[in-house]
């Protein structure tokens, strides 16, 4: 079980990266404005949990929601934990932050589930 996790994180973090290193470029020879930086910056954290939680409910054998519920509630006390540590605030923006990715993770993990079952 630790292994899937560990698996489906190092996917999620090995995506984060690349794209938050292209997007550094981006910014640093200005090809995008600051809104579209951080549009793409909100989209790939989205998209990478969403791949993360799609390989874990491909791999589970029922209820995918909670697969994905654990998967992002493991991130999301991560990003805390590194947020009040670091950045040391909290608004309703960051609230909002972190049920996108709830929702991202579930909804990945039910599409990995359902992918599971059609094949």
């Known amino acids: 079980m630790i292994k899937k996790y560990l698996r489906s994180y190092l996917y999620t973090f090995s995506i984060i990266f690349i794209s938050y290193i292209?997007?550094?470029?981006?910014?640093?020879?200005?090809?995008?404005?600051?809104?579209?930086?951080?549009v793409l910056k909100?989209?790939?954290i989205v998209i990478s949990i969403f791949i993360g939680s799609f390989i874990i409910g491909k791999k589970s054998l029922k209820k995918?929601?909670?697969?994905?519920?654990k998967y992002s509630l493991?991130?999301?006390l991560l990003i805390l934990i590194i947020n009040i540590i670091f950045i040391r605030y909290f608004d309703i923006k960051l609230i909002i932050y972190y049920l996108i990715i709830?929702?991202?993770s579930i909804l990945g993990s039910m599409f990995?589930?359902?992918?599971?079952?059609?094949?």
Do not use: P, Q
């Not at 292209?22 to 951080?38: A, G, P």
């Not at 995918?64 to 519920?69: F, I, M, N, S």
């Not at 990995?112 to 094949?119: A, F, L, M, T």
């Open 112 to 119: 990995g589930i359902n992918y599971k079952k059609n094949n």
């Open 74 to 76: 493991i991130f999301v």
């Open 102 to 104: 709830i929702i991202s």
């Open 42 to 44: 909100l989209f790939t």
């Open 64 to 69: 995918g929601y909670l697969e994905g519920l």
């Open 22 to 38: 292209l997007i550094t470029l981006f910014s640093y020879f200005n090809i995008f404005n600051t809104t579209i930086i951080n």
